[in-house]
Every structure is written in structure tokens, then in C-alpha cells.
């Protein structure tokens, strides 16, 4: 969420900002008019409370004078008062909360180095690393060459629950599995990220926290009884949230969070898209980097974010590209987002594996958040950072596409290969 006096100050830059991003701007005249309504009650009441209390001491004085009626009479005067000062009070207190519910409906500002534009055909590619495979024969998809091998089965997951759903079998699993504790290992090894198992369902406050509601609530799946949980979307949501409503030391920062956790999202409005395989899932699996900086490490630490998801690539020598989002293909929270693509030969593209953002202080209000420097300083909000390192679930199937043989087996990126006892390569199941 945008702060409150930021918003007021700088109207202009923020509705410069929402236009870029796309995003209509009527919300700012209204909230510059619960501003100036929230201004001018605040402005009463105390031009009121200053009444009361001069009333006050005159009625003091009254009564050391014996004026006992006359007392009585501007007790009565004061009583009125008090009764307006409580009714201005509310209309403050209304005014504050719908102006909060307001700001909960408008996206971040825009870091100045995000490429503006209307949508993904303005963002900018900033860097690629190795080169596409070369094929002598027609390259299959993933879900020819994971059904072909036996470790991919489409159809009985959906008998099982419905379309979007998959079962990874023999090989097929082992290698999920490997390329958990493969970038978990990394990142806790090497980048010194703290390895965090939490829970898989939260509650309101932390999806509103992370940004997913109100605005999203429709990707979320909802538990049906009465408590209002729901399956996380991303790691995203527990490990922001760990401490949520926490003033930190600011010597203990960054925190560095990793996480595996299966994630959960209904997919809503994106039907028709990716349907084909496992791209777009109802459930997958993906390995979550956190950060919690202080506000002026954020945008290094945002660089260092996205170094280290890409080296899960380096390491497993697939081809990729980084891309810097342009406003308006970034998320809601987002103050700036770099995408990084894996190479998918089947379509002859690049497809996205991780985002990798810097929210700044904009999840950090919404969940309280904040840290104190040393010297007894004034909190302030922590600046969050979150990417994936990697989505799994298409990190197992650029695998399988590229490093397909002709013969229809996959070779195991030597990386791989001590997390897969040993095996060099995937060559099916016998019937």
C-alpha cells in the first residue's frame, strides 16, 4: 500500500504513475476528496475541542463565583459540544477508513528505471546467457516426450481431480524431486538464504499482506468452513508474512528466506492459455526467495535476488534471457519486476521461470512490517524483495525439451546427477 502523506504530496506523480501502468486515475479524486473531508472534520472538531475547553475553565470560575445557574447552563452548551467533537470524530474515522480501503485498490509507483508502456511488448531485455540447443530432428514437447517416457500422465490426474492437474511418475518424479533439493541446496549453501518449511494455507490478513486480496481473491483457492483460510498461492505469502506486525533490528537485515512449497491458484480469467502440459497448473511446485532489506540496499539486493536465481539455470546450462518489465506488465505491488525466460525449443520462444521483484515499503504497510535502527530511531517499513528460484514444474519440462535425444530419451544435466542416484539419463519405463 502507498503511504498516506506520500499520496497527498505528491498527487501528480502518482497519477502520472497509474497512467502509465494503465490503471484509471478517478480513484485519486476520490481519494483527494475523503482528504479534503477528513481535513476539514479534523479542523472542526478542534476549533470545537479549543470551545469546550475555554467553556470549561469560565464554568470553573463560575462556580468559585457561586454562579451556580449560570454554571449549570454552560454545562449544557459544553455537553452539545461534546456531543458534535464524538460525530466529527466518526465522520474522521470513516473518512480514514474508506481512504485506507481506497489506497488498498491502487498499485505501487514505478521505480524511474522501469521501461514505461501499455503492456509485455514494452519490456526490455537486459541480458541472455548461453545459446538454444541444435536439433537434426523435430523437437517434441514436453508432454509427447514425458508421456512417451512414462514419467508424465495428463489424463488420470484429471480423473483424479480435474484439467491443470498432472502426475509425474518413475524418473518423472525422482527428477521434481531432485530439482528441489537441488535449488534448495544452492541457495542455502552458496547464498546463504535460511531454508523455511511453513505452512501451505493462510489467512486473510497475510494474503492482504503479499497483495493477493481484495484485488485477487478470485485466483485463490478458499477452504469452505468458517475460518477464511485459503491455499497459498507462493511461498510468498508465509515467508513475507513471518513477521508480520514485527519491528526488526535493522542490524539483522537482509533476512534471506528459501522455501519449498507446493502452490495453489485457481487460474482464473486465463482460460484457453497454456493448457497444453504443465506451464499453467492448478498445483506446482516452486523453490521461493524472500528478502526483508533496509530501503537503501533494496534495489542491490533486488540484483542479488536475480543473480541468484539465475545461476539454478547456469548450473543446469539452459538458455535464458532476463527481461525488466515495463509498468504496465508488472504486478500490482510491484515497484520493479525482472522476468527471467528459459528457452523452450517446442516453441521456438522464451517462457517465463521466475520474477523477480522489488515491492519497496508497498507490502511492507499493508502487514506492519517496519525496523528500527540503532540509537533508538523512529521505525520504518522494511523494503520486500521476492522471486522464484525456480518454478519448478518448468524447470523439469525445459529439461525434458531440451535436452531431448532423437531416440526420445532425456539427458540429465550433470548437475542433476547425485541427486538422481547417479542416472545419466531417462530412457522410460519398460511395459
Partial sequence: MLDLIYVRENLDRVRAA????????????????LDAERRRVIAESDALNAQRNASSRVIGAMMKEGKKEEAK??????????ERIAALDLARDDAEKNMTELLSTIPNVPNESVPVGADEHANVEARRWGVAPQFDFE?????????????????????IAAARFAILKGAGARLE??????????HTNEHGYEETLPPFIANRDALYGTTQLPKFED????????????????????????????????????????????CFRSEAGSYGRDTRGVIRQHQFDKVELVKLSLPENSYDELEALTRDAETILQRLGLHYRVVTLST????????????????????NTFREISSCTNFESFQARRAQIRFRRAGGAKPEFVHTLNGSGLAVGRTWLAIL???????????????????????????????
Avoid: C
Wanted: hydrophobic share 40%.
Fill in 73 to 82: 447552563a454552560s454545562r449544557r452548551e459544553v455537553g452539545e459540544l461534546k
Fill in 177 to 186: 524431486r531432485a530439482l528441489i533439493n537441488f535449488m534448495l541446496d544452492i
Fill in 139 to 159: 523437437p517434441q514437447d514436453h508432454v509427447d516426450l514425458g508421456t512417451s517416457l512414462g514419467i508424465l500422465d495428463l489424463e488420470r490426474a484429471a480423473k
Fill in 219 to 262: 485466483d485463490l483457492f478458499k477452504l469452505t468452513d468458517e475460518r477464511g483460510l485459503y491455499l497459498i498461492p507462493t511461498a510468498e505469502v508465509p515467508l513475507t508474512n513471518m513477521h508480520r506486525e514485527e519491528i526488526l533490528d535493522g542490524s539483522e537485515l537482509p533476512m534471506k528466506f528459501v522455501a519449498y512449497t507446493p
Fill in 18 to 33: 497509474l497512467e502509465a501502468r494503465g490503471f484509471p486515475t478517478s480513484a485519486l479524486d476520490d481519494f483527494a476528496a
Fill in 401 to 431: 525439451e531440451n535436452y531431448q535425444q532423437q531416440d526420445g530419451t532425456v539427458v540429465i544435466p550433470e548437475a542433476l546427477r547425485p541427486y538422481m542416484g547417479g542416472m545419466e539419463k531417462i530412457e522410460g519405463r519398460k511395459p
Fill in 328 to 347: 504496465g506488465d508488472m504486478g500490482f505491488g510491484a515497484a520493479k519486476t525482472y522476468d527471467i525466460e528459459v528457452w523452450l525449443p517446442s516453441q
